[in-house]
Nanobody, 123 residues
Framework: VQLQASGGGLVQAGGSLRLSCAAS????????MGWFRQAPGKEREFVAA????????QYADSVKGRFTISRDIAKNTAYLQMNRLKPEDTALYYC?????????????????WGPGTLVTVSS
């Protein structure tokens, strides 16, 4: 089972990036998916989550209104559209697959993790 995140890169403040998380080895169509991030010197934090259908989502307060999580069940892929990026969004972004169908915030609810993709936002 593998989760592979992609789409990270260097962007100026105010810009946009779209992260993708492709799952292989099994289908996650019945499970929630989430995005977390870890900035240098900080602990990993929750960013966004979606339930199995994509209709229920959760966001960290720091990204509400700027980030959008979505998923394509047929492609076994989740996405994180990030708009109006800020320097404080700079971090290694991880996608994860949950053990439940809901959109969950706690990292303990996630069993599968990808290796992360780096997002750097310059001021």
């Amino acid at each position: 089972v593998q989760l592979q995140a992609s789409g990270g890169g260097l962007v100026q403040a105010g810009g946009s990036l779209r992260l993708s998380c492709a799952a292989s080895g099994r289908t996650f169509s019945r499970y929630g998916m989430g995005w977390f991030r870890q900035a240098p010197g900080k602990e990993r934090e929750f960013v966004a989550a979606t339930n199995w259908s994509g209709r229920d989502t959760q966001y960290a307060d720091s990204v509400k209104g700027r980030f959008t999580i979505s998923r394509d069940i047929a492609k076994n892929t989740a996405y994180l559209q990030m708009n109006r990026l800020k320097p404080e969004d700079t971090a290694l972004y991880y996608c994860a697959a949950a053990t439940v169908a809901f959109a969950v915030v706690a990292s303990k609810e996630y069993s599968y993790w990808g290796p992360g993709t780096l997002v750097t936002v310059s001021s």
